[in-house]
């Protein structure tokens, strides 16, 4: 452990840049909104709320060339060079959450049978910095997910607030190294009881509903991954949902997604990879027009499967819902989360 002065934490994401392209959250001045973008170290605020949109693009962008070919008519040769970005990037500020976000991710791309490459390039070249929230936000449940306040694993560098100094733990080697290349003072053993002081005062913080919600959304994870919730309630949360796909954007673990061919002018072509969502009826639409999930609440029930079943957690190690209230924020049809927590919850009070 280490100590850096409030003052001087941006010196930690200054030295990062002569390596890396840095990205940390941004406050739109017109919006008010956080963003987490490419920037200068200087422009940097950490206390900003979470991201509208969660930092997931860096290793997953929204869309994303993976490789252009081009075929010769005449020799009948095909030449196929790789695209996508290999450019280091170091986060910097990123919440728990949206570090658990990763790691899902991680397990999805790089955990199962086949390993993506475009991915794995992007994750390698990667360094973490995140941040541990000492006071949560409005639509923050984390306490209800295990995905914070603070990190547990993955990073490289993790910063805690405490009173006129950061406490910098080191999470890997590069770490390590960064720290004492730039000689932080080290910390004794009593900045590890304020950190977790901290933590406590943050979690009796957060809002009722998540706190209320703990218990439940285990019982509910049990009633997703046994089928044992009335068709009904399907039906009620899929007569509300809009398709619009928000929710499927906004979400740190979410890891679905499109390819698509585009043809050039130039005679060549090119392999997209784009973002896509479950919420869409043309999703699961099979050759022919056959698809096994065109009612809504057929998706909503997947989406919501995805999120909280057991059969999920053995994949991600984790549930694949990391708590951080966007999709309650963003949904037109007030069925995020934490709502439908709340639909099942009074199913079993009838």
């Known amino acids: 452990m280490y100590l850096i002065k409030k003052s001087d934490v941006l010196e930690i994401a200054r030295e990062l840049g002569k390596e890396y392209q840095v990205i940390g959250p941004v406050v739109d001045a017109d919006s008010g909104q956080t963003f987490f973008e490419k920037t200068e170290p200087e422009l940097i605020q950490l206390k900003a709320p979470i991201p509208s949109v969660p930092p997931k693009y860096t290793v997953f962008p929204q869309i994303e060339t993976l490789m252009r070919y081009r075929y010769d008519r005449e020799s009948k040769e095909v030449e196929i060079r790789e695209m996508y970005e290999t450019e280091p990037k170091a986060v910097f500020g990123l919440r728990s959450c949206d570090l658990n976000g990763l790691l899902c991710l991680d397990r999805f791309f790089l955990g199962q049978e086949f390993v993506d490459e475009a991915y794995r390039v992007h994750r390698k070249k990667m360094f973490i910095v995140t941040n541990t929230c000492v006071t949560p936000f409005k639509n923050c449940f984390c306490v209800c997910t295990d995905s914070g306040p603070a990190a547990e694993e993955g990073y490289d560098l993790n910063l805690t607030e405490l009173d006129d100094v950061y406490l910098v733990e080191a999470g890997s080697d590069k770490g390590r190294e960064l720290v004492e290349r730039m000689g932080l003072e080290k910390a004794d053993e009593s900045y590890a009881v304020k950190k977790k002081e901290a933590v406590d005062k943050s979690v009796s913080l957060f809002e009722e509903f998540a706190t209320d919600s703990k218990a439940w959304i285990s019982r509910v994870m049990n009633r997703v991954?046994?089928?044992?919730?009335?068709?009904?309630?399907?039906?009620?949360?899929?007569?509300?949902?809009?398709?619009?796909?928000?929710?499927?954007?906004?979400?740190?673990?979410?890891?679905?997604?499109?390819?698509?061919?585009?043809?050039?002018?130039?005679?060549?072509?090119?392999?997209?990879?784009?973002?896509?969502?479950?919420s869409y009826e043309g999703y699961s639409r099979m050759a022919g027009g056959h698809n096994p999930r065109k009612p809504v609440e057929d998706r909503r029930n997947k989406r919501f499967f995805c999120k909280l079943s057991y059969s999920q957690m053995k994949k991600y190690l984790r549930p694949g819902c990391v708590g951080c209230g966007r999709c309650a924020w963003v949904c037109p049809g007030n069925i995020g989360l934490p709502k439908v927590v709340e639909y099942v919850r009074r199913e079993t009070h009838k």
Do not use: K, M
């Open 225 to 278: 991954t046994t089928g044992f919730i009335r068709e009904d309630v399907w039906e009620y949360i899929g007569d509300q949902c809009f398709e619009c796909g928000a929710c499927t954007f906004v979400c740190p673990s979410c890891s679905c997604f499109n390819i698509v061919d585009v043809n050039n002018a130039d005679g060549s072509s090119e392999r997209l990879r784009t973002w896509d969502s479950c």
